[in-house]
């Protein structure tokens, strides 16, 4: 039986307090090791690290063969190691940052789940609209909230499935066959295939996952808003219609952009900031849909969002699809189209999972991917059987989430040497408020949202003004991403660039120019497919990007380049749920262990405790995942290969320094 790093551990701290005590353990790991132990050890082997073979030779340490399934240690594993702070999660939301997060996470979910609606209902012979919309966001925030291991995460209707569902219902509707029905199956198949993934502890896979196939994603994540945003004002011809609805969504996404602006700025006071930053959006669309109905505009009739009775299905139906009334034969046709979701949803809510919890979110509890996988499938079998669109991870709004919960000091600028730039001082992020009640309260606020009244304020807003929040979510994504900020580098002027710009330290600057060329080639390759009736296939061009960066990209390039122009999505300590990161571990390694060495005696600060490294260099430290199944996991700095070193915050605001973000 292989040993793994964990199970190094005790030999190395008996032997720590000198005598022959440390001998007789190393002879005889088990001697004098109560049962209660041995389990726990048991389990914390189960998804130890690859990267831990850096603290055991090859002698002491050897991995599982990759054929080797182990079923349920993954998600015994999360369970387990998020279940000692289940309730800190609910303690911590005693914090003054829940509230403005809730209200802000209300509105960035409802407002994107309307503009879907708005398209689905238009695509799909209005077999989906906003009441089943909404209930999709307040199932997956609910369950998720309240069971998952990852509860920053937030869960609703996003812009892939919605291409998916009437994709679907295009290749599905001239067949006669039962649509809510057929996707009803697509759903059931699709929890059992969610379960398989979960209980093989597919999640594993997610080390792979670096900000390439990310940055590509969310590009295209993008581009779907800006079309969706273009189609929407398309269906109003070229009357009097069309141009009241084009400069009201320009109008929308000007003002929307004007208010993002000013909360990134140095104007007015820090609250003035970050109430223009939270609430700008939400406001926009307020003022706007109440501005066309003054003076000579109320004349002009615009389309409004379409709206059914409270707490009803937007058809003739009940809330439980008759998905027994199709034929066996769609049933099994079904099972393809069920695969395809599976890759997208495993791909789409892992990521969001991953950069919602960055590696410049300090944060303190661990990560559980293979059970929020099962939960994933369970929502998906129940929206199925409600005849709801299916919810998964948000991007951006899950990284918006953990953002809004961040707590911050001001601080001196260290980088500030000259005598011009003194006393100027940056924001900086102290840790993250936790827990789970901002996520159940904006599900539960969207709840809200179906009864009669609100539904009678929500179908007063004007299409145009959808139109215009579709404009400024794709820049917003846009502004972001790691492709744009690469395109803004290779633009500017060589000699107007800093010096210290992460991208500068690449001698050949044709390899940059050569990593941007691939990912806008693999964007093409995603959005084109999606503008064809094989778009339903897409899921799976995005996840063959995953083997791309792992096999190929390493022989166009070298280690310092990819160091460089790609990273790990997520934190060493987030990544210890799935066995470690494959990008970069020896930079972020060495990165890491530099933090350690800085520190007293080869004494970590833990979260709740301190953890006594090894004396002498070998294996038998205690991994980040053993910490965290103690109880006792640490705030991991930023190692800094993130794309906030290329000069962009999370947000797409220009930051001044690595890791650091101003408000």
């Known amino acids: ?32 090791v109560s049962p209660g132990v041995k389990i726990r050890r048991w389990a914390s082997s189960l998804l130890t690290s690859r990267n831990h073979r850096g603290n055991a030779t090859a002698s002491e340490y050897t991995p599982d063969s990759w054929w080797k399934i182990h079923l349920f240690r993954g998600m015994v594993n999360d369970v387990r190691r998020r279940g000692p702070y289940y309730w800190s999660d609910w303690a911590d939301a005693w914090d003054y940052r829940v509230v403005p997060s809730t209200i802000y996470m209300y509105f960035a979910n409802i407002l994107p789940a309307l503009a879907f609606s708005l398209d689905m209902f238009t695509k799909t012979n209005m077999q989906y609209g906003v009441n089943e919309v909404l209930l999709a966001s307040v199932l997956g925030a609910v369950v998720f909230a309240i069971l998952a291991c990852q509860p920053l995460v937030i869960v609703g209707v996003t812009g892939p499935i919605t291409v998916f569902n009437y994709t679907v219902y295009d290749i599905m509707a001239p067949t006669g066959t039962n649509y809510l029905a057929f996707m009803c199956w697509i759903g059931l198949w699709s929890l059992v295939f969610h379960w398989i993934l979960a209980a093989t502890n597919s999640c594993n896979w997610l080390r792979y ?15 779907i808003y800006l079309q969706k945003g273009i189609q929407v004002l398309e269906r109003f011809g070229d009357q009097a219609p069309f141009y009241l609805s084009l400069s009201t969504a320009l109008l929308v996404f000007m003002i929307a952009y004007a208010c993002g602006e000013l909360g990134g700025s140095s104007l007015f006071s820090h609250p003035v900031r970050v109430f223009l930053k939270d609430y700008g959006t939400p406001l926009t669309v307020i003022f706007f849909t109440g501005f066309v109905h003054l003076g000579r505009m109320k004349t002009v009739e615009l389309e409004k969002l379409p709206t059914s009775a409270a707490f009803f299905p937007t058809a003739d139906r009940n809330w439980l699809v008759n998905f ?14 069920a695969i395809l979701l599976t890759i997208l949803f495993y791909f789409d809510h892992n990521v969001s999972s991953l950069i919602a919890q960055g590696t410049e979110f300090p944060l303190r509890k661990p990560a559980g991917f293979h059970w929020d996988l099962f939960l994933l499938g369970l929502t998906t079998g129940i929206a199925g059987i409600l005849g709801l669109p299916f919810p998964n991870g948000l991007i951006p709004q899950a990284p918006f989430h953990t953002e809004s919960l961040c707590v911050t000091k001001v601080v001196a600028d260290a980088e500030e040497n000259n005598s011009e730039a003194k006393g100027h001082y940056v924001v900086k992020r102290t840790h993250v408020v936790e827990q789970r009640v901002s996520n159940l309260a904006q599900g539960l606020l969207t709840l809200g949202t179906m009864t009669g009244p609100l539904l009678v304020v929500l179908h007063l807003i004007p299409q145009a003004v959808l ?17 744009t900020a690469k395109l803004l580098f290779l633009a500017r002027d060589r000699a107007l660039t800093p010096g210290g710009h992460p991208l500068s330290r690449i001698p050949r600057r044709a390899a940059v120019w050569a990593f941007v060329a691939i990912e806008l080639a693999a964007f093409g390759a995603t959005f084109a497919i999606t503008q064809t009736v094989a778009a339903v296939g897409f899921p799976v061009v995005i996840l063959a990007l995953i083997p791309v960066r792992a096999i190929v990209l390493p022989r166009v390039f070298t280690p310092h380049e990819l160091d460089i122009l790609d990273a790990p999505t997520a934190s060493p300590f987030t990544m210890e749920s799935v066995g470690g990161s494959y990008a970069a571990p020896a930079a972020a390694t060495g990165i890491q262990e530099g933090v350690r060495e800085s520190r007293t005696g080869g004494v970590i600060e833990g979260g709740e405790g301190d953890v006594t490294e090894t004396e002498g260099g070998g294996g038998g430290r205690k991994s980040e995942e053993a910490l965290a199944e103690e109880g006792r996991g640490r705030v991991v700095e930023d190692v800094g290969i993130e794309m906030s070193r290329l000069g962009v915050s999370r947000r797409g605001h220009p930051s001044r320094t690595g890791g650091r973000e101003e408000n």
């Open 1 to 32: 039986m292989s040993q793994t790093a964990d199970s190094l551990t005790l030999p190395t701290a008996m032997h720590s307090s000198g005598g022959s005590h440390g001998g007789a353990a190393e002879s005889n790991p088990g001697a004098g």
């Open 209 to 223: 996952v670096t900000r390439f196939p990310c940055d590509i994603f969310g590009f295209y994540v993008a581009f």
């Open 324 to 337: 027994w009334e199709i034929s066996v034969a769609d049933v099994f046709i079904a099972i393809p189209f």
């Open 467 to 483: 139109a215009g929040l579709f404009f400024i979510m794709g820049y917003q994504a846009l502004e972001g991403n790691g492709i």
